[in-house]
């Protein structure tokens, strides 16, 4: 799976929107990206994911930028219990694709009161 | 829903003791796929499994055995227990290999070599 580069950590204050970034220079036409989030002391939990275009649910939205090499996770209110470590990873959609499915560190998301 | 279950949640062991932790899932998933995660690191890849019979090795495979026997279970073997291993493990699965699919995760396995 194609590598993923993330900023170490970033605060954000309550109620505002938080945009954390991700850089994926050598992605495939055939990569999702992949969004997931740790809270402390629990299990990785997914997000979001997508290809091309940008996608939302309810927890979150992903911007894709056109060339496809970066991408954005936009939270559009933290609150205090979006305080978590967020990892970008990439998924080969091919179907005979190898799985070897690699994390890097995350961002650390603070949340300032 | 169960999803994916991981026993036990704490283990101590002493060193060169072997043990199994276990994951199972409820879900049909085709893949499955174990994590450790040591203080301040992210998630490495230990072995994974892209469906019942079939497993290969991730990142970080020395030390650990895995089989998959059935599709809903994917038992993580250490063979003779190192303090290196002291780790927060976590089982991962999804329907498919592909990357359309999202993973879901286990609570983890806190285990202490001493």
């Known amino acids: 799976d194609a590598k993923t580069t993330q900023p170490n950590s970033m605060e954000s204050n309550e109620e505002e929107p938080v945009h954390l970034p991700c850089n994926h220079s050598t992605i495939s036409g055939t990569d999702y990206i992949h969004w997931y989030r740790q809270l402390p002391s629990q299990g990785p939990e997914y997000v979001i994911h997508?290809?091309?275009s940008n996608v939302n649910n309810r927890m979150a939205s992903l911007a894709i930028a056109e060339d496809r090499k970066s991408s954005t996770l936009i939270l559009h209110r933290a609150t205090l219990r979006d305080a978590a470590v967020y990892y970008c990873?990439?998924?080969?959609?091919?179907?005979?694709?190898?799985?070897?499915?690699?994390f890097g560190k995350g961002i650390t998301l603070s949340v300032r009161p | 829903n169960a999803g994916v279950t991981q026993t036990p949640k704490f283990q101590v062991l002493k060193t060169g003791q072997s043990m199994t932790l276990q994951c199972a899932q409820d879900?049909?998933?085709?893949?499955m796929s174990w994590y450790r995660q040591d203080p301040g690191m992210g998630l490495r890849l230990i072995h994974y499994?892209?469906?019942?019979?079939?497993?290969d090795q991730g990142e970080v495979p020395n030390g650990y055995n895995v089989s998959r026997s059935t599709t809903e279970d994917f038992p993580l073997r250490l063979l003779s227990a190192a303090p290196s291993q002291t780790s927060v493990y976590f089982c991962a699965s999804s329907y498919a290999r592909g990357g359309n699919e999202k993973l879901f995760f286990g609570s983890g396995t806190q285990l202490s070599v001493l």
């Open positions: 990873i990439l998924r080969d959609g091919w179907s005979g694709a190898n799985s070897k499915l690699t």
């Open positions: 879900m049909n998933h085709e893949y």
């Open positions: 499994s892209v469906g019942a019979g079939i497993t």
């Open positions: 997508g290809l091309t």
